[in-house]
T-cell receptor, first 112, second 113 residues
Framework: DQQVKQNSPSLSVQEGRISILNCDYT??????FLWYKKYPAEGPTFLIS?????DKNEDGRFTVFLNKSAKHLSLHIVPSQPGDSAVYFC???????????FGQGTRLTINP | NAGVMQNPRHLVRRRGQEARLRCSPM?????VYWYRQLPEEGLKFMVY????????ESGMPKERFSAEFPKEGPSILRIQQVVRGDSAAYFC???????????FGPGTRLTVT
């Protein structure tokens, strides 16, 4: 049962444009969401997070939007840079536990 | 300001051998988590530990797998009598008390031949 889903396995974006990565979840108990970036042969790197009491969180080029009614969140990267090429994972957990539930990941490629 | 450290980075074991994976959390972090990533999949939670306590092991296979986080020293994930299906990347993460964000180590890539 995949509680966190990233339906796009890959995404290709032109350098300088906006990258939008999407994530859907099914468990209404999730109350905190995180995005991680992963390069090959490295561990995931924390990017940005959002609590369910908010609908937007911004950090530099990265913005995460949360739509609780749709159980959907998205990560916007603008402007996209070649170094952003990586696999991006959406993750969630609920307040009663500490285990992160991950999506399958989306491979983002930024083309020069 | 060292991050989460894991060793070894690569581990090759023959079927039936034991694998020991080590994780040292970030300084000041008292919570340790282990995750497994199979090829082309997301990370799957295995176990959550605090010093000398297993808090949640709901993701651990019932047999052959164990984890500990002793008072002194790194956290250890032990896999006994490895099988080919155990081949995966094993990631450790840590967080401070009360923190939501988990910070990951570089992972140990286990290959069972």
């Amino acid at each position: 049962d995949q509680q966190v889903k990233q339906n796009s396995p890959s995404l290709s974006v032109q350098e300088g444009r906006i990258s939008i990565l999407n994530c859907d979840y099914t468990n209404s108990m999730f109350d905190y969401f995180l995005w991680y970036k992963k390069y090959p042969a490295e561990g995931p790197t924390f990017l940005i997070s959002i609590s369910s009491i908010k609908d937007k969180n911004e950090d530099g080029r990265f913005t995460v939007f949360l739509n609780k009614s749709a159980k959907h969140l998205s990560l916007h990267i603008v402007p996209s840079q070649p170094g952003d090429s990586a696999v991006y994972f959406c993750a969630a957990f609920n307040g009663s536990g500490q285990k992160l539930v991950f999506g399958q990941g989306t491979r983002l490629t930024i083309n020069p | 300001n060292a991050g989460v450290m894991q060793n070894p980075r690569h581990l090759v074991r023959r079927r039936g051998q034991e694998a020991r994976l080590r994780c040292s959390p970030m300084k000041g972090h008292s919570h340790v988590y282990w995750y497994r990533q199979l090829p082309e999949e997301g990370l799957k939670f295995m176990v959550y530990l605090q010093k000398e306590n297993i808090i949640d092991e709901s993701g651990m296979p019932k047999e052959r797998f164990s984890a500990e986080f002793p008072k002194e020293g790194p956290s250890i994930l032990r896999i006994q009598q490895v099988v080919r299906g155990d081949s995966a990347a094993y990631f450790c993460a840590s967080s401070p008390w009360g923190g939501h964000e988990q910070y990951f180590g570089p992972g140990t890539r286990l290959t069972v031949t």
